[in-house]
């Protein structure tokens, strides 16, 4: 009989079961073997989608930590919804290069709710790595998703607002945005204007405001990781 998983959770006490996914052989051994040695019980290793998704449908994983960029085929933000479609209270850390998710390959899946997102420039340390996969099984829970939903209520944005950030965030263009709403490409660059002001997000030219929006559109919905660069 296959215990839930918030009692498998408990079994196994402090020590996280997490499947790591990194197509470079090299890091990959390297980043399994600290994680180890810090308290992580890596079940798996794997250099591809396919593997790692054998691993994640046979249940009893706290996380997945992968690559962003994993080269031809499904990336790391598709296999992390292949992992929450198996386990929806998997938590999900994204090790990258790529200071934005869209410089991969342009227009991506949304990143799932209460995703880390690290930048490798920013692992000085493993630890950085541990502490994002505990805060990444934290905010795959149910409530910490409610708590991400009240967040964007308490900035005071409407449905229209986060939906339309949503957007910016996966890369669409004011014209695609406005297609979809079917409105005018002007009332679609109002709306950003307005949720630019909201949220206290200025256009003084050393800013590239929509980075900003999806920058705080991750933050919102808990997918933070380290700084990254304006």
């Known amino acids: ?69 994993l080269g031809r085929g499904p990336n790391g933000i598709a296999l992390a919804h292949a992992a929450r479609t198996a386990n929806p209270e998997v938590g999900v850390v994204l090790l990258t290069a790529y200071s934005d998710p869209r410089l991969v390959a342009g227009k991506l899946l949304q990143i799932p709710p209460g995703t880390e997102y690290v930048l490798k420039s920013d692992v000085d340390d493993v630890m950085v790595v541990r502490r994002a996969i505990d805060r990444a099984i934290q905010r795959a829970q149910p409530g910490a998703r409610e708590t991400a939903a009240r967040d964007m209520a308490d900035h005071g944005l409407t449905d229209v607002q986060i939906e339309t950030m949503r957007m910016v965030a996966e890369g669409l263009s004011n014209a695609e945005i406005a297609e979809r709403r079917v409105v005018a490409v002007k009332s679609v660059e109002n709306l950003i204007a307005r949720i630019a002001r909201q949220l206290d997000i200025g256009n003084d030219g050393g800013r590239n ?21 304006e």
């Open 1 to 69: 009989m296959r215990l839930p998983i918030a009692a498998r959770r408990r079994s196994i006490g402090t020590m996280p079961t997490v499947v790591l996914v990194e197509d470079n052989a090299l890091l990959r051994s390297s980043l399994g073997i600290a994680l180890g040695h810090h308290g992580v019980h890596v079940v798996a290793s794997c250099a591809d989608v396919s593997q790692a998704v054998e691993h994640l449908s046979g249940g009893g994983v706290d996380a997945l930590v992968t690559d962003l960029d």
């Open 209 to 229: 405001q929509r980075v900003m929006i999806t920058r705080e559109y991750y933050r919102l919905i808990g997918a933070q990781g380290g700084s990254q660069p």
